[in-house]
């Protein structure tokens, strides 16, 4: 069955440093997703992506995080100047057009 | 706005009872509606879906939903739990944006199955 894949698992950074978070995404999808989950809250929407071009961002998405599409199958999410706010499990997403979305496991980031 | 409320944070439950996750929902427009399992350490899981039809939805290992318009609620029920069902649900609603999706989860259900 075809799955969303993220890496890498868990990712421990220090602040201040720039971090990429890397997905896979399911090959035929065409809309792409990054959400995050802050310990203990509910999973908020960051980004969508399609067309190679961010369809809406959420507030949290600021300028210190990117998302990038470099080679037709990786989808990456950059925050170039990490927080200790940022400390949280970032999921991946994607879907077809009016479908629901497949989740990866998720990367599990730590800022210290 | 759209917003997703799950009223009870932790549903504590014996095997083999019945169990019903409350999920209502507000939106000025259509939208779909699903229910995602998270177990520990692991990502998010499609239990099930409206999208469309009739208003009860069969999901995966045993779990159902019904979609009440009326009462724009969409609760989660499995009539006999197992201590493998012990997990994070996640009542989510999309809304169409343009051609894709987007979601608003619950804050999420803790369901922990006793023996």
């Known amino acids: 069955e075809p799955e969303v894949t993220q890496t890498p698992s868990h990712q421990v950074t220090q602040m201040g440093q720039e971090v990429i978070l890397r997905c896979v995404p399911i090959?035929?999808?065409?809309?792409f997703y990054w959400y995050r989950q802050i310990l203990g809250q509910k999973v908020e929407f960051l980004v969508s992506?399609?067309?190679?071009?961010?369809?809406?961002k959420s507030e949290i998405f600021d300028d210190q995080f990117s998302v990038e599409r470099p080679d037709g199958s990786n989808f990456t999410l950059k925050i170039r100047s990490t927080k200790l706010e940022d400390s949280a499990m970032y999921f991946c997403?994607?879907?077809?057009?009016?479908?629901?979305?497949?989740f990866g496991q998720g990367t599990r980031l730590t800022v210290v | 706005a759209q917003s997703v409320t799950q009223l009870d944070s932790q549903v504590p439950v014996f095997e083999e009872a019945p169990v019903e996750l409350r999920c209502n929902y507000s939106?000025?427009?259509?939208?779909?509606l699903f229910w995602y399992v998270q177990y520990p350490n692991q990502g998010l899981q499609l239990l099930l879906k409206?999208?469309?039809?009739?208003?009860l939805v069969k999901g995966i290992n045993g779990f159902e939903a019904e979609f009440n318009k009326s009462q724009t609620s969409f609760h989660l029920r499995k009539p006999s739990v197992h201590i493998s069902d012990t997990a994070e649900y996640f009542c989510a609603v999309s809304l169409a944006i343009g051609n894709f999706n987007k979601f608003y989860f619950g804050s999420g259900t803790k369901l922990n199955v006793k023996p």
């Open positions: 409206y999208l469309s039809g009739s208003t």
């Open positions: 997403a994607s879907s077809e057009a009016y479908t629901e979305a497949f």
């Open positions: 939106s000025s427009v259509s939208v779909y």
């Open positions: 090959s035929n999808h065409l809309y």
């Open positions: 992506f399609y067309n190679n071009e961010i369809s809406e």
